[in-house]
């Protein structure tokens, strides 16, 4: 279960109704992304951040697995991602944008 601020949203147009991002105060923090392939689920994490700026992705053995451990992880850095969210907004609204700018 996510913390109250936290909340699954669906962002890709599924067909299957899946939830697939993480969302906290409007800003996605965490994907889990099927392969087209059919080969399985993958999450990642840390998608507010740019891509160069330390994304992670993990394999997940199935859909549900991948929501356990997406929660499982929002829980463990809660307390950062909310104040990595904070700071992006602050940035944004002095207009320097997420890019270039360290977390």
């Known amino acids: 279960m996510l913390p ?3 909340l699954w949203r669906s962002v890709a147009s ?4 899946k939830n697939d991002a993480v969302m906290c105060d409007g800003m996605q923090v965490l994907r ?9 689920w993958f999450a990642t994490l840390n998608t507010h951040r740019p891509e ?10 199935s859909y549900e697995q ?10 463990r850095h809660k307390d950062r991602l909310r104040a990595e ?3 992006l907004r602050l940035l944004r609204r002095r207009g320097a944008g997420a890019t270039g700018s360290r977390l």
């Open 32 to 40: 889990l992304s099927e392969r087209i392939n059919g080969g399985g």
């Open 4 to 6: 109250p601020d936290f």
């Open 66 to 75: 991948g929501v356990i451990g997406a929660e499982m992880w929002v829980e």
């Open 14 to 17: 599924r067909t299957d109704g």
């Open 52 to 61: 160069s700026e330390q994304r992670t992705y993990r394999e997940c053995s």
């Open 85 to 87: 969210i904070d700071r």
